[in-house]
């Protein structure tokens, strides 16, 4: 069955980087875009942008732009979201989640990442 | 990109209907009829209930059921079950390969 694995809790100062990873099986890797979605605590669902594994083209929203990097290494199935300059405002439950036609079929167990001194 | 507005909070007895709103605008719902829909428990990721407006993924209940209308897209639970309460979120595809999700309902079975 598909898969997505995230490690479970990051930890970071304010000003460091971060990079999640999510790592794809049960499925053709390069059949499916992955995208990444945030949650802050009691919040709602934000859409943060997509990688596709056949040509490595990525997209971000707005608000990260210069922020984020997405990446994916084929070898491994394995897909990463990169944020800098973090914030405390940047604490947040981080999903990957597999793009089938247009919409989200399946999900990570989720990342949390704390940001704090 | 501004999230799309729903209700913060609906409620409705057991085996009745409840609607939940998603509106957008024209450059979002209004542009695409590529709404998607998530139900998400607490502490657990979303689960995709409805894709491009009113298909259901396999295994999905046909008690669920989405449809659109100019910048609003909707989303139908019949026969209300206590297992319906929990979160809801719609999203919309908004053009160069871009989405923006709604900002969520609270559904409560009373």
């Known amino acids: 069955q598909v898969q997505l694995v995230q490690p479970g809790t990051e930890v970071r100062k304010p000003g460091a980087s971060v990079k999640v990873s999510c790592k794809t099986s049960?499925?053709?890797?390069?059949?499916?875009?992955i995208n990444w979605v945030r949650q802050a605590p009691g919040q709602g669902l934000e859409w943060m942008g997509w990688t596709s594994p056949s040509s490595g083209f990525t997209g971000y929203a707005q608000k990260f732009q210069g922020r984020v990097t997405m990446a994916k290494n084929t070898s491994i199935s394995t897909f990463y979201m990169e944020l800098s300059s973090l914030r405390s405002e940047d604490t947040a439950v981080y999903y990957c989640?597999?793009?089938?036609?247009?919409?989200?079929?399946?999900w990570g167990q989720g990342t949390l990442l704390i940001v704090s001194s | 990109q501004s999230a799309l507005t729903q209700p913060a909070s609906m409620s409705g007895s057991p085996g009745q209907s409840i609607t939940i709103s998603c509106t957008g605008t024209?450059?979002?719902?209004?542009?695409?009829?590529?709404v998607s829909w998530y139900q998400q428990n607490p502490g657990k990721a979303p689960k995709l209930i409805i894709y491009?407006?009113?298909e259901r993924p396999s295994g999905v209940s046909n008690r669920f059921s989405g449809s659109k209308s100019g910048n609003t897209a909707s989303l139908t639970i019949s026969g209300l079950q206590a297992e319906d309460e929990t979160d809801y979120y719609c999203?919309?595809?908004?053009?160069?390969?871009?989405?923006?999700f709604g900002t969520g309902t609270k559904v409560t079975v009373l």
């Open positions: 491009e407006v009113n």
């Open positions: 999203c919309s595809y908004a053009g160069d390969k871009t989405y923006v």
């Open positions: 989640a597999r793009r089938f036609r247009y919409g989200f079929d399946s």
């Open positions: 049960g499925y053709t890797f390069i059949s499916n875009d």
């Open positions: 024209n450059s979002d719902v209004g542009s695409y009829n590529l």
